[in-house]
């Protein structure tokens, strides 16, 4: 446990020097999973009827089929996942078959298994502000981990390397934590059992934008977290 703090700053420091890979976000991950704080992460989340139904059953759902998925009606939920994840070449059966052993371990395998869902709800691309925006979400609906570390670490780096685009950085995450706290709890949806309601009615009944947001400065590109990259 002793060496769990080291692990987690060495990751940090290496994305923070210029490493992007994204094998780091799965190491910064596995590192914050040994902490305590995933654990009140999940507990936070148990304050929320729906929210600690998922934990309980530990809901994750079949592998998904991104063909049935698209031939969907346009417009629809799942028709507009699949054809966002073909475009960007994501699997969405990474986490096929894993089996969380506690709570915490499953709020992270959940959060990754529906990332790009996220994403898509939210509006906001996978751009390094688009990604730093939905980190902000995440954090005004709870304490999530992974999110805190990410956005500090995306603070620190701009403010280092690329200090022209720390104002477009803060008003990402401004945009990110005003929608979050504006939003219904997204961990608590099961998107799975509604991929045929339209995304506009899914947005409208979640409280949020009826539209792309676009986070200041967002630009198309690869972002911090790819979808099911890692556990998260």
Request: hydrophobic letters at 40%; proline letters at 8%; glycine letters at 10%.
């Amino acid at each position: 446990m002793t060496t769990t703090p080291f692990r987690v700053l060495g990751t940090f420091l290496a994305m923070t020097g210029g490493d992007d890979d994204l094998e780091l976000v799965g190491a910064l991950t596995d590192a914050l999973l040994a902490t305590p704080s995933y654990g009140l992460a999940a507990e936070h989340l148990r304050r929320d009827p729906a929210c600690a139904a998922l934990i309980e059953e530990r809901y994750i759902p079949g592998p998904q089929n991104l063909e049935a998925l698209a031939a969907l009606p346009s417009g629809s939920l799942g028709h507009t996942y699949a054809m966002r994840l073909a475009r960007l070449g994501y699997d969405p059966n990474l986490h096929a078959g894993m089996v969380p052993s506690t709570d915490g371990i499953y709020v992270e395998l959940r959060l990754s298994q529906t990332h790009d869902l996220w994403h898509l709800l939210t509006g906001f691309d996978t751009s390094v502000h688009g990604e730093i925006a939905l980190q902000a979400f995440h954090l005004s609906q709870f304490p999530y981990p992974l999110a805190s570390l990410l956005t500090a670490q995306a603070l620190l780096s701009t403010t280092l390397f690329e200090p022209e685009q720390l104002p477009l950085l803060v008003e990402a995450i401004l945009t990110g934590l005003q929608m979050g706290q504006q939003a219904q709890p997204l961990f608590a949806q099961r998107w799975e059992e509604g991929w045929n309601k339209p995304l506009s009615q899914w947005r409208a009944e979640l409280n949020l934008p009826p539209g792309p947001p676009q986070a200041p400065g967002q630009e198309q590109g690869a972002g911090l977290v790819g979808g099911g990259v890692a556990l998260g």
